[in-house]
């Protein structure tokens, strides 16, 4: 389990086919404190350390792993949103995060708004019924506020969050970029409520 609240970027120093892609991920965690086998959120998506060193550590990422999360990814040079899995004791400091991708969004405006930016992102129509003002959701692996939910024509939504200062500083999207993918995953409390929605309309037909 995650909080969405990030605690360093790590840059992907290289990646080998061995059935699997073996990312390897150059960063400043204390690896001495880290498991293999332990799970660490890479912009939203959890996966497991398979190896390690100091600077760095490396983890197997599947083609289903590959297929769900944003185009380029997992690329040599690109930087990963990092958060080790909460202990019990740590503070929750921004809201239940499981890990596990639900969809790709794409980011459709960004603009100026007092000392934050505001970004504009689509998402698929699959996760619209999930987004509501003042939920939350988690973008490339960061807890953030929606603050706004615009439901489109074809079933699709554009929903929009506020970047402060701080989070453009310690996170990736500070330089994310009109039309960039982006790993989305929904509150898993929404998650809950649309599986109960969902039987109970089924069971009233």
Same mark, same amino acid.
Request: aromatic share 4%.
């Given at each position: 389990?995650?909080? /969405?609240? $990030?605690? @360093? *970027? /790590?840059? $992907?120093? @290289? *990646?080998?086919?061995?059935?699997?892609?073996?990312?390897?991920?150059?960063?400043?965690?204390?690896?001495?404190?880290?498991?293999?086998?332990?799970?660490i959120a890479c912009s939203g998506a959890c996966m497991t350390v398979v190896e390690k060193a100091p600077g760095w550590f490396s983890v197997d990422v599947s083609a289903e792993s590959i297929s769900r999360t944003a185009a380029g990814q997992w690329v040599q040079g690109n930087k990963l949103n990092l958060e080790r899995?909460?202990?019990?004791?740590?503070?929750?400091?921004?809201?239940i995060v499981t890990g596990h991708v639900d969809g790709v969004g794409h980011i459709a405006s960004i603009a100026s708004e007092g000392d934050s930016t505001r970004i504009d992102i689509a998402a698929p129509a699959d996760l619209a019924r999930y987004l509501a003002a003042k939920g939350s959701i988690t973008v490339d692996g960061v807890s953030l506020t929606v603050n706004s939910v615009t439901d489109q024509p074809d079933g699709t939504v554009v929903f929009g969050i506020n970047i402060i200062p701080h989070t453009a500083a310690v996170t990736t999207l500070g330089e994310r970029q009109i039309h960039d993918g982006v790993n989305l995953e929904i509150d898993v409390l929404a998650r809950y409520l649309g599986r109960m929605e969902q039987l109970r309309n089924h069971i009233s037909m």
């Amino acid at each position: 389990m995650f909080t /969405g609240i $990030i605690t @360093a *970027v /790590g840059t $992907i120093s @290289a *990646v080998e086919s061995r059935g699997d892609q073996r990312v390897t991920i150059a960063c400043d965690y204390d690896v001495d404190s880290i498991d293999i086998g332990a799970s660490i959120a890479c912009s939203g998506a959890c996966m497991t350390v398979v190896e390690k060193a100091p600077g760095w550590f490396s983890v197997d990422v599947s083609a289903e792993s590959i297929s769900r999360t944003a185009a380029g990814q997992w690329v040599q040079g690109n930087k990963l949103n990092l958060e080790r899995s909460v202990r019990v004791g740590d503070e929750l400091g921004g809201h239940i995060v499981t890990g596990h991708v639900d969809g790709v969004g794409h980011i459709a405006s960004i603009a100026s708004e007092g000392d934050s930016t505001r970004i504009d992102i689509a998402a698929p129509a699959d996760l619209a019924r999930y987004l509501a003002a003042k939920g939350s959701i988690t973008v490339d692996g960061v807890s953030l506020t929606v603050n706004s939910v615009t439901d489109q024509p074809d079933g699709t939504v554009v929903f929009g969050i506020n970047i402060i200062p701080h989070t453009a500083a310690v996170t990736t999207l500070g330089e994310r970029q009109i039309h960039d993918g982006v790993n989305l995953e929904i509150d898993v409390l929404a998650r809950y409520l649309g599986r109960m929605e969902q039987l109970r309309n089924h069971i009233s037909m």
